[in-house]
């Protein structure tokens, strides 16, 4: 009898010493609380109860890192949240994983826990990064993760997708570049081709008006020519009567009278002429 009434107290004692411990240190049961939570795959819940672990120990670093873990499955257990990016389930995922990236880059900060345990948040932190495209930065916490344990293959499988796409994603803004260059290039040469066809065709339009107006001239002047050698043929000798009836006098006055209106249509002539060259010029 009193065998069992030595083992009622001895348990007795133990669990009122358990009870103050959780008493003292309650983020711990609530941790463990939100690990249960967490296998049922209740990440709401289980964020919860991490949540109110961190109000109790903010330095917790299991409490922060599960918590980042939790919000990290939170966003990606949401497949609608990726068919439209703009959706509010869309938002609340992007706001998750960026809660998770700032918790387990605390985590992965504290120089205090053990190698493997930074581990773990340098590669559940690239796994954060990855899936908001931040190749460069996912990289990095992947490294730092294999720095810390090197046989980890996971991390290494992670390493190098991540270095292949990345590589990937560079050749192919470089060759977006690349094309955009040889386009400007080409519109470029396209530009200067249409300018000098313009030029030639400017160039051929005035030779063509030139050529035409010349010709005019030359109408003219051997219209003019002819008047000439109409107004210079020999005179009738003195004595015989012209067969006009008029005086070689009035002959004189009525020469003098054409070769005045043949110098004014000269001047005529002569300023239409410069008044094409002048047309003629372009300023470019």
Known sequence: MKRYIYIIFTLAALFCTLTASAQKMPERGLVRKGNRLFAKERYAQSADAYQHALQHDSTSFEARYNLGNTMLRQAMADTTAYDDPNS???????????????????????????????????????????????????????????????????????????????????????????????????????????QNNDQNQNDNKDNKDNNQDQNKDNQQDNKGGGDQEQKEQPQKPQGEKPRSGMSEEQQQQLLNAIQAQEDKTQEKLDEKKKGIIIRGKKNW
Not at 103 to 125: G, K
Not at 164 to 193: A, C, M, P, S, V
């Open 88 to 194: 509010s389930a869309a938002k609340l995922s992007q706001g998750f994983i960026s809660q998770a990236e700032g918790l387990l880059q605390a985590a992965a900060a504290d120089s205090l826990r053990t190698a493997d345990e930074r581990a773990d948040a340098f590669y559940n932190l690239g796994n954060t990064q990855f899936v908001q495209q931040k190749l460069q930065d996912a990289l990095k916490s992947y490294r730092q993760s294999l720095v810390l344990r090197p046989d980890d293959m996971e991390a290494k499988y992670n390493y190098a997708l991540t270095k292949k796409l990345l590589e990937q994603q560079q050749q192919q803004q470089q060759n977006q570049q690349n094309n955009d260059q040889n386009q400007d290039q080409n519109q470029d040469q396209n530009q200067n081709q249409d």
